[in-house]
């Protein structure tokens, strides 16, 4: 068996380095030359824990990486796994997707091979069937369920634990008509994830399920988000307790019910817009994603206020932000909710230093000279005048007032409470605790 994944990004990386050391001759194929030289050496491109032992493991066994797309030519299966970005409208950018399954087409219009195509990236429902297998069979002048198979494949890995989710997926969904090619997909996954749940459905419906899982997880965050700031209004009201205790119903669950600064990331921000344009342009009022998307974008203009309403004027205040990447565990800084703040205190004329165990150099990226960016947490609060905590990374748990002794002003924002239980000599605020009494 032979397969292609088309766009070694974090899914398409994370895929063919699973797949190629478990055995399977993998084709990884990227537009990109300088990313393909550096995953050929064995570098992954970002950080996600255990990839770079998977992917060398892989490299040794059965990956070649190339930017060749010609090399799908006597492929079993074909992955696309190339970005959905958003436009500026909100609407999804069906650009990436176009162009590969443009070429893909020509390129199997001389296949003696039937392959099938799975597409993995997010794609709006109806996408499958009004944009893709249009152009597959106009390029390929050749019909789709007969002479190749087009299945939706939605991917829901989760980054930093990328690795797990592509080995251990809670579900796989296989959206397409039951073909012969259907039958073949179903007995490769159940192969290569084994005792994992095969949910077979139409193309739509598999579109449907991608947005659904992500509209609901920012759902549940905003939801947290919300009473973690009634909380807040309430003398020793604990969040942290009341997420618990609710995800000990099973009706509930306790993952995404932990209150902070908003959600990010590369989907979750870009899915619910997507999903809301859909719904406006199908005349469905989309009542409830909206207010989930407003609540988000709140958290932040709450931080403004309280380092406002603390240290005055923020006009050339010494600012130091812990942790830019959008979660713990990753490099990525896409749609991180504190690089928005970041760029919000920075238009207030604040000093601005950043430190992150694993993204400052993504974040440079973006700031260049603006701002300061310090590998040491002792460093980052030297003479500081307000703190903000703004990722879940351990590193702040060592946090001590040896080391707040050292800022200018002692005045901690700790939106993920990391902090909470220790006796700081510093004005301390989280989100979602009332006020100690
Ligand atoms: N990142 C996640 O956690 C995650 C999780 C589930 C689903 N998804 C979805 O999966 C898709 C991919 O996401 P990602 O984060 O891996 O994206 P990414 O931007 O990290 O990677 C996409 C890759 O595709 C390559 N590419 C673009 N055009 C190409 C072309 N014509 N030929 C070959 N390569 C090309 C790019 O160079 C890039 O390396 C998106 O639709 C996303 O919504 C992502």
């Known amino acids: 068996m032979k397969i292609a994944v088309i766009g070694l990004g974090f899914v398409g990386l994370t895929l063919s380095s699973v797949l190629a050391s478990r055995g399977i001759t993998t084709i990884g194929i990227d537009s990109d030359r300088k990313k393909c030289s550096k995953i050929a050496k064995g570098i992954p491109t970002f950080f996600e824990p255990n990839l770079e032992k998977t992917l060398k493991k892989a490299l040794k066994k059965k990956l070649i990486i190339t930017n060749k797309l010609y090399s799908i030519n006597n492929c079993d299966f074909i992955f696309i796994t190339v970005g959905t970005p958003e436009k500026k409208n909100g609407e999804i950018d069906l650009s990436f997707i176009k162009e590969v399954v443009r070429s893909v087409g020509k390129l199997i219009s001389k296949n003696k091979k039937k392959p099938i195509i799975l597409i993995k990236s997010t794609v709006i429902p109806g996408t499958m069937k009004n944009v893709v297998l249009p152009i597959l069979e106009r390029n390929s002048k050749k019909k789709a369920g007969k ?71 920012a759902t549940k965050i905003s939801f947290i988000n919300q009473i973690a700031n009634i909380c807040q209004g309430i003398p020793d ?40 344009n859909l719904s406006s342009k199908l005349g469905v009022n989309p009542t409830l994603l909206t207010a989930v998307e407003k ?47 970041v ?70 924002i700790d ?20 006020q100690k009494i």
Request: charged fraction near 25%; glycine fraction near 6%; include cysteine.
């Open 147 to 217: 002479d190749f198979g087009l299945i939706s494949n939605p991917e829901f890995l989760q980054e930093s634990r990328a690795i797990h989710d592509t080995i251990k997926p809670h579900v796989v969904v296989l959206g397409g008509y039951r073909t012969k090619f259907m039958k073949k997909t179903e007995k490769f996954f159940s192969r290569f994830n084994p005792n994992v749940p095969i949910i077979i459905t139409n193309h739509q419906t598999a579109e449907m399920i991608k947005y659904a899982h992500n509209t609901f997880l």
């Open 237 to 276: 009201t604990n969040i942290d307790d009341v997420a618990n205790a609710m995800g000990l119903d099973p009706r509930i669950g306790n993952l995404f019910l932990n209150a902070g600064p908003g959600y990010g990331g590369s989907c979750l921000p870009k899915d619910i817009k997507a999903i809301i």
């Open 295 to 341: 609540i988000n974008k709140q958290q932040i203009s709450h931080i403004v206020t309280l380092v406002k309403q603390n240290i005055g004027k923020i006009n050339g205040k010494k600012l130091t932000i812990l942790g830019v990447a959008f979660k713990p565990g990753t490099d990525d800084i896409r749609g991180s909710v504190s690089i928005d703040l």
């Open 343 to 412: 760029k919000r205190l920075l238009k207030l004329g604040a000093k601005i230093t950043i430190h992150d165990p694993k993204a400052l150099e993504n974040a440079r990226k973006i700031f260049h000279d603006n701002t300061k960016y310090v590998k040491s947490v002792p460093s980052a609060l030297k003479d500081c005048q307000c703190a903000i905590i703004m990722t879940q990374w351990k590193d702040y748990e060592r946090i001590n007032n040896k080391i707040i002794k050292q800022m200018a002003k002692k005045f901690i």
């Open 415 to 434: 939106t993920r409470r990391v902090l909470y239980n220790k006796n700081l000599d510093a004005k301390y605020y989280a989100i979602g605790l009332g």
